[in-house]
């Protein structure tokens, strides 16, 4: 296997692995926020990965173009449609997750016990 063979399948996967963390995230995190903040975080990084993996294979420039201006076009979507989710959790009062919740409490009180 060559090195460049190598550096893709790390990319690829790498890519492949954010986007599970970015899926994991969504479901364990507590609030809308952090879960927006998972999801557009990690699947655009993951995306970036598998997007650098596939364009030492690209046999033009043409396609390496393309394949960058999906990367940014899903970035931008990716921003766009997380500002708005959490515009409207905003605006319809979604509580976010404040420091000192239910868990760390249940913790405080069997450290002061």
């Known amino acids: ?6 550096l893709q399948a790390v990319l690829l996967i790498s890519g492949a692995l954010m986007f599970i963390v970015g899926s994991i995230g969504l479901v364990r995190f507590p609030d809308t926020y952090t879960r927006i903040h998972a999801l557009t975080k990690a699947d655009n990084l993951g995306l970036g990965l598998i997007i650098l993996g ?51 409490q249940s913790r405080q009180e069997s450290v002061d016990e």
């Open 1 to 6: 296997m060559s090195a460049m063979a190598l």
């Open 54 to 104: 596939l364009i030492p294979s690209s046999f033009s420039v043409a396609l390496t173009l393309k394949l960058l201006l999906i990367w940014l076009l899903v970035m931008l979507a990716g921003a766009l449609s997380g500002h708005l989710v959490a515009w409207e959790a905003h605006a319809q009062g979604m509580p976010t997750r404040q420091s000192g919740g239910a868990d760390e």
